[in-house]
Structures are given as structure tokens and as C-alpha cells.
């Protein structure tokens, strides 16, 4: 029975696989039209321009052999068909620019219109319980992401999502602090429904570390300080240590001054995490989302930094999603997502015991060690 379970989810792995493979190839095939199309209209300009020039030249020199022009008027003629020509030229560069400028403009429009989200700015709430009562979501009208979902993630709890990869884990954190509005139910704070309260309001009381982490062309140190303007250096140096940022940024050649790039491409994807974890520190919010916050460390750093985020999370609501089981290993309560919906609720403990969709995602993890 175990092992058909098991083979179940493999094949459900295999399939996304397949899945991803055929988007890529799918991409790679759109992005080579259109590079061949601008290609061959830029390519055919520049040639149709160039035997503009060479007509010019070739009938020129004829005229002025038979007598027709002056010496004078032929130059006077190469050198305006040489002027006109890059002019002209950069005219058709521009043209194919358009092309790409048109999808950015597209985005930018849906952008414009997707409803601003307006509350109140005074919000003093009871407690940092957060609710989910029967919430329906889509990010659009083609596939339903959230359906029903509904739990608590109470005050001084660790609450953790799990769930395969795209069951909804993240959307359901970020619903919590109000990124989108939802179509169907509650999301409260404090007993309070977020969607009456100010988003930048409500963003006050969260520290989050999200799965893609943001990081800006400046200082390590300035990258932390995001977390909490007008930190001190201190308070920064402690964050840093404690989210084991400490050992690698001694190396650089300008410690907690080195510049990190364009979203810090001079890091690696862990280096880049522990900045992201250092910023959530410093911000000491009440509540915590902690969304695959620790996925690219090795084993050792991640339970260095787990100490550190221990110290964060005292007395706080937290909601952690982690594909390691071991990462959740000490929740108070996991909550397992599944195509939208929730598929089982309950301690660690409890849904070991079951056999249900956790048990099976920890056999197979065990299995892959
Ligand atoms: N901004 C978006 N616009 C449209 N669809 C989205 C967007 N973000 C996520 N989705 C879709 O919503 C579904 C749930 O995505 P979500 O990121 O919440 O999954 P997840 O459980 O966090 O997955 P993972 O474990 O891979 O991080 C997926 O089908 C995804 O394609
Ligand atoms: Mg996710």
C-alpha cells in the first residue's frame, strides 16, 4: 500500500517534470521567432539601405562618365546617401525596440488596473491570531488556487505550511498579510478582517522572508538596514550573527560595506537568504512568514540559523513553509495544502500517525536521504 502511495507521488514528480520541460522548449521556440523575425526586418533594412548607397555610387559614376554631372554634384551625392543612412538605420533599430517596449507596456497596464487596495490606518488588534474561514482565491479567472481553505495560525504557534509544490503554500502566506484581496471568505487579524485595514498598515506587523529574495545594488549593511530604517550599525552587526551572516561577510574585502550587486548576484543563493533572514530579524515584527526561508543553506547552516530564527519567534505567530520535513519538525501545527485545498490539519505528531498525505511526504523524503 506504502509503496503504490509512494509511487503515486513520483509519478505526479516525473509528470510536473515532463511539464516544465515542455514550457521550456515552448519558450525557447517563442523566443527564437521572435528573434528571427526582428533579425530578418532589421537585416532586410539594412541590406535595402546599403543598395540604396551602392544605386547611388554605381549610377553616379555612370552620369558623371557620360558627362552628365560635375565631379562636385557626385560627391555631393555619395556623401548625403552616406549621411542619410545611419539616421535612417537607427529609425528601423528603433522600430524593432517598439516591439519589446509593447509587452512591457501591456504589463504595465495590468498592472494599472488591478484595484487599489484602500483601509484603515488606525489598527490596534487584540492579539496576532491570523484566521482563514472558507477562503476562495484565483490569481485569475482561468484556475481556482485556494478552495475553502480554512485554519488558524494562533499567537506564540509555530503554523506550518506544507503541501507539493504549487498546492498554494506561498499564496496562502502572502493572503495572510493582504498582498491580494480574495474573492470568498475571511482572512482576519486579531479578529479583525484584513481586508478593511490599510495594506502598509497591516505590513507593519509582519517580518517576512520570502522564497525569492530581493536584494538591492548597495552594502550588505544598508541591504539589512531595509528591515528597520535607522538601525544603528549594532543592531545590525547582531542580526547579522545571528542569522549566521557573520562568516562570509568577514571574508569580503569590504565587510558589511561591500556592494552585492544587482540583486546580489555576487552571493550565492544561501549567502543571499541569510541577508534576507538578518533583514526579518531586525525588523522583530509580530508576526512571521518564513516562506522555504532556509531551502538553499547545507545542513549545518541551517541549524545554526534555526537558533537564530528561534529567537525571533518567541511569543509571535508564525507560518513557516518548508519542503524539509525536518525544518517543521518542531510546529505546533502543520497544515497540508493539496491542489488548493486542505488535505489534513493537526500536530506532527498527529498526522504522523495518520496516514495521510504528510506521512507520505516524509517516507519519501526519508526515502531520498
Ligand atoms: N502571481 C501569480 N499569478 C498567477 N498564478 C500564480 C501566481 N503565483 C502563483 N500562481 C499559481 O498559483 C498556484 C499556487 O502557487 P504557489 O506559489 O502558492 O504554490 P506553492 O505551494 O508555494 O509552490 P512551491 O512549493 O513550488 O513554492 C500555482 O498553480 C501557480 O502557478
Ligand atoms: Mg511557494
Redesign the pocket.
Same mark, same amino acid.
Given at each position: 500500500m506504502r509503496a503504490e502511495s509512494l509511487w503515486k507521488i513520483s509519478r505526479k514528480a516525473s509528470k510536473t517534470c515532463r511539464k516544465f520541460d515542455k514550457d521550456c522548449i515552448k519558450y525557447e521556440k517563442t523566443q527564437m521567432d521572435s528573434d528571427v523575425k526582428v533579425g530578418m526586418f532589421l537585416n532586410s533594412a539594412q541590406g535595402i539601405l546599403k543598395m540604396g548607397l551602392a544605386t547611388v555610387l554605381i549610377t553616379g559614376a555612370r552620369l558623371w562618365t557620360k558627362g552628365e554631372i560635375d565631379v562636385f554634384t557626385y560627391l555631393v551625392f555619395i556623401v548625403c546617401a552616406a549621411t542619410i543612412y545611419n539616421p535612417v538605420f537607427l529609425v528601423f533599430n528603433n522600430l524593432a525596440e517598439l516591439f519589446f517596449v509593447n509587452v512591457r507596456l501591456r504589463r504595465f497596464r495590468e498592472m494599472d488596473q488591478m484595484p487599489i487596495q484602500h483601509g484603515n490606518t488606525e489598527f490596534t488588534p487584540a492579539n496576532y491570531d491570523i484566521e482563514f474561514k472558507d477562503v476562495d482565491f484565483n490569481?485569475?479567472e482561468n484556475?481556482q488556487?485556494l478552495k475553502k481553505v480554512s485554519f488558524t495560525a494562533k499567537q506564540g504557534e509555530i503554523t506550518a505550511l506544507v #503541501?507539493?509544490? #504549487?498546492?498554494?503554500? +506561498? +499564496?496562502?502566506a502572502k493572503l495572510a498579510a493582504r498582498f491580494w484581496d480574495i474573492q470568498g471568505g475571511t482572512v482576519t487579524l486579531g479578529g479583525q478582517d484584513i481586508s478593511k485595514i490599510d495594506p502598509e498598515t497591516l505590513l507593519k506587523n509582519f517580518s517576512i522572508v520570502f522564497?525569492d529574495v530581493v536584494l538591492f545594488n548597495t552594502s550588505i549593511k544598508d541591504n539589512i538596514r531595509i528591515g528597520k530604517r535607522g538601525a544603528t550599525d549594532e543592531e545590525i552587526l547582531k542580526v547579522a550573527k545571528l542569522a549566521g551572516c557573520d562568516d562570509f561577510v568577514q571574508k569580503m574585502p569590504q565587510g558589511y560595506d561591500t556592494v552585492i550587486g544587482e540583486n546580489g548576484d555576487t552571493l550565492s543563493g544561501g549567502e543571499r537568504q541569510r541577508i534576507s533572514i538578518a533583514r526579518a530579524l531586525l525588523k522583530d515584527a509580530p508576526i512571521i512568514l518564513l516562506?522555504?526561508a532556509t531551502a538553499s543553506l547545507d545542513v549545518e547552516n541551517e541549524s545554526k540559523i534555526q537558533r537564530g530564527i528561534s529567537q525571533l519567534v518567541k511569543g509571535k505567530t508564525v507560518i513557516i513553509?518548508a519542503?524539509r520535513m525536518r525544518t517543521i519538525a518542531n510546529a505546533d501545527k502543520v497544515v497540508v495544502?493539496q491542489d #488548493?485545498h486542505i488535505a489534513e490539519t493537526g500536530s506532527p505528531a498527529e498526522l504522523k500517525a495518520k496516514d495521510g498525505l504528510f506521512c507520505k511526504m516524509l517516507e519519501l523524503q526519508m526515502n531520498k536521504n
Open positions: 490569481y485569475n484556475k488556487v #503541501g507539493p509544490s #504549487g498546492s498554494g503554500k +506561498t +499564496t496562502a522564497q516562506d522555504e513553509i519542503h495544502l #488548493g
